[in-house]
């Protein structure tokens, strides 16, 4: 009998120490016909073995761990907490691309079209993303961002996005002349006339991401790492009509799906029926290191005036969180939707990119301009010479390369770029499963600052679309 009670106790303290350990790494247990799923708590994950072959079942999948699908699932479960939600995501971290490789800058919302829905959510999106900053007290810099004319062409540009600016509500946005007024800001930088945006922040948007996903998992949502979606399929269950399925044969069922692939969305449209035009071609926007016993030179954000021909904001000093200062991007086709260097290079994603008309048609279009992005490339005192115009005490020997991002660029089959927020969905009769999947298929810079906003208007259309 005593032994009997001994191994009840056991039992039940192996049953709390499991239970603990599960709420600990967030770990609900999840059942799939693979053996292996991972399941994330913030930057932790852990890997459990699986025995069964039942299917998940859930209200709404959000495919992509990126900024905007970590957004619009937390904004949806805290809408709805009643849903039974998950995102599943192919890496084994959230945020492992456009979100984790990117300029960090908190944008004001200066350039963006009047009217348009980048101007609209960006402006909201910088007040959303502070505020949620103070409250989970996520680290973030208002260090300011400074927009430089350094000849007249450019002072009548700058002039223009002035107006623009005032007319997209910026906040607190000012127009300042002279060298002089130039230096109180930035001691070190050189123009006629500048732009002064002084809430344009800087932060680390995978920390804000890690943040998004537990909020999401607290309230209840489930994230799978390491779950690339290859398959959108009708199931044979009418509760829950989409079977996602994974590339190494994991199975999910849902009523609903949220796309927000970033790189992949074109990819991931079309596997519920939707034409992959718009095409995403990846442009990688490689950055230099400003020598860190220069970095005190740089205050805030210095940018250039924006050719309005071209659709980067140009290359540009940005501080980093940790103290260092980036400068770029640049602009060059990647050989690889996810390729961060040169010799990333995947040939049938190159051969989508070169071989799509509208790639061609804009290739041709800005012909000279790549070349030149591809020798400053190249040869990267090329590109300090863009730079010294701004700061001029900076030369070649400050510099080293650094790390890189790649924008997915939705293209148009005339060869113009998307500018603006795209969604998709392929209604091909009440009951197909094009109907049920929803695709964010173009969310740009700057879409980590209006990533709260994008997720609130994310969800309002799900409202309009699903039956939730
Ligand atoms: C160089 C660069 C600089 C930028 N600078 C700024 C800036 O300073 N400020 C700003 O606001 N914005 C900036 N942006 C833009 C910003 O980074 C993006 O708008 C934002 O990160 C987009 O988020 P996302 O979630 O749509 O995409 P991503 O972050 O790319 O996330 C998409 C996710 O989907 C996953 N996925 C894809 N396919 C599948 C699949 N089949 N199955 C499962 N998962 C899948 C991917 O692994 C990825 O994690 C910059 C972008 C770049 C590239």
């Given at each position: 009998?005593?032994k009997?009670?001994?191994?009840?106790d056991?039992f039940?303290?192996?049953?709390?120490?499991?239970?603990?350990?599960?709420?600990?790494?967030?770990?609900?247990?999840?059942v799939s016909?693979?053996?292996k799923?991972?399941?994330?708590e913030?930057a932790?994950?852990?890997?459990?073995?699986?025995g069964?072959?039942?299917?998940?079942?859930?209200?709404?999948?959000v495919?992509?761990?990126?900024i905007?699908g970590?957004?619009?699932?937390?904004?949806?479960?805290?809408?709805?907490?009643k849903l039974k939600?998950?995102?599943?995501?192919?890496?084994?971290?959230l945020a492992k691309?456009?979100?984790g490789h990117?300029?960090?800058?908190?944008?004001a919302?200066i350039?963006?079209?009047?009217?348009?829905?980048?101007?609209k959510?960006?402006v909201?999106?910088?007040q959303?993303?502070?505020k949620?900053?103070d409250?989970?007290?996520?680290?973030?810099?208002?260090v300011?961002?400074?927009i430089v004319a350094?000849d007249?062409v450019?002072v009548?540009?700058?002039e223009?996005?002035?107006?623009?600016?005032?007319?997209?509500?910026?906040?607190?946005?000012?127009?300042?002349?002279?060298?002089?007024e130039?230096k109180?800001?930035?001691?070190?930088?050189?123009?006629?006339?500048?732009?002064?945006?002084?809430?344009t922040?800087?932060?680390d948007?995978?920390i804000?991401t890690?943040q998004?996903?537990?909020?999401f998992?607290?309230?209840?949502?489930?994230?799978?790492l390491n779950?690339e979606?290859n398959?959108?399929?009708?199931?044979?269950?009418?509760?829950y009509p989409v079977?996602?399925q994974?590339?190494?044969g994991?199975?999910?069922?849902?009523k609903?799906?949220?796309?927000?692939?970033?790189?992949?969305s074109?990819?991931?449209?079309e596997?519920?029926g939707c034409?992959?035009?718009?095409?995403?071609?990846p442009f990688?926007?490689?950055?230099?290191?400003?020598n860190?016993e220069?970095?005190?030179?740089?205050r805030g954000?210095?940018y250039p005036?924006?050719?309005?021909?071209?659709?980067f904001l140009?290359?540009?000093?940005?501080?980093?969180?940790?103290?260092?200062?980036?400068?770029?991007?640049?602009?060059?086709?990647?050989?690889?939707r996810?390729?961060?260097?040169?010799?990333d290079?995947?040939?049938s994603?190159?051969?989508?990119?070169?071989?799509y008309p509208?790639?061609?048609?804009?290739?041709?279009?800005?012909m000279?301009?790549?070349a030149?992005?591809?020798?400053?490339?190249?040869?990267?005192?090329l590109?300090?010479?863009?730079?010294?115009?701004?700061?001029?005490?900076?030369?070649?020997?400050?510099?080293?390369r650094?790390?890189?991002?790649v924008?997915?660029?939705?293209?148009d089959?005339?060869g113009?770029l998307i500018?603006?927020?795209?969604?998709?969905?392929?209604?091909d009769?009440?009951d197909?499963?094009?109907?049920?999947?929803?695709?964010?298929?173009n969310?740009?810079s700057?879409g980590a600052t209006?990533?709260?906003?994008i997720?609130?208007?994310?969800v309002?259309?799900?409202?309009?679309e699903?039956?939730?």
């Open positions: 009998m005593k009997l009670q001994i191994d009840f056991f039940f303290e192996l049953l709390a120490i499991m239970s603990y350990l599960a709420r600990f790494f967030g770990g609900l247990f999840v016909g693979k053996p799923l991972i399941l994330c913030g932790k994950s852990i890997e459990r073995s699986l069964t072959s039942t299917t998940r079942e859930y209200d709404v999948v495919v992509g761990g990126g905007v970590a957004a619009s699932a937390r904004e949806l479960k805290l809408r709805h907490p939600m998950a995102i599943l995501e192919k890496e084994n971290e691309h456009q979100t990117n300029s960090g800058v908190i944008h919302g350039y963006y079209k009047p009217g348009s829905l980048k101007a959510l960006c909201e999106g910088m959303l993303m502070y949620y900053c409250e989970k007290k996520i680290p973030y810099k208002k300011g961002k400074l350094t007249e450019e009548k540009r700058l223009e996005l002035h107006q623009r600016a005032i007319e997209n509500k910026v906040p607190d946005i000012k127009l300042i002349k002279g060298v002089e130039i109180k800001i930035e001691p070190h930088c050189v123009g006629l006339q500048a732009l002064w945006s002084p809430h922040g800087i932060i948007y995978s804000v890690q998004y996903g537990i909020d998992k607290e309230k209840g949502g489930e994230v799978y779950f979606v398959k959108f399929e009708k199931s044979q269950d009418p509760k079977l996602i994974s590339k190494d994991q199975n999910v069922k849902s609903y799906v949220l796309t927000c692939g970033g790189l992949q074109d990819k991931l449209a596997l519920s034409p992959r035009s718009p095409r995403i071609v990688r926007g490689e950055y230099l290191l400003l860190p220069k970095a005190h030179m740089i954000n210095i005036v924006p050719d309005p021909r071209f659709p140009g290359v540009h000093f940005t501080p980093r969180m940790d103290g260092s200062v980036w400068l770029g991007p640049n602009a060059v086709l990647a050989f690889k996810e390729g961060y260097t040169w010799a290079i995947n040939i994603e190159l051969a989508d990119s070169i071989s509208g790639f061609i048609k804009l290739a041709l279009k800005f000279f301009a790549g030149q992005e591809v020798i400053k490339s190249a040869i990267p005192s590109q300090v010479k863009s730079l010294q115009k701004f700061v001029p005490e900076i030369s070649a020997k400050d510099v080293e650094g790390p890189a991002g924008r997915a660029q939705a293209l089959i005339s113009n500018e603006d927020f795209v969604f998709d969905m392929y209604k009769g009440d197909s499963i094009g109907s049920r999947v929803l695709h964010c298929r969310a740009p700057p209006s990533s709260l906003a997720a609130k208007m994310m309002e259309k799900i409202e309009s699903f039956e939730i």
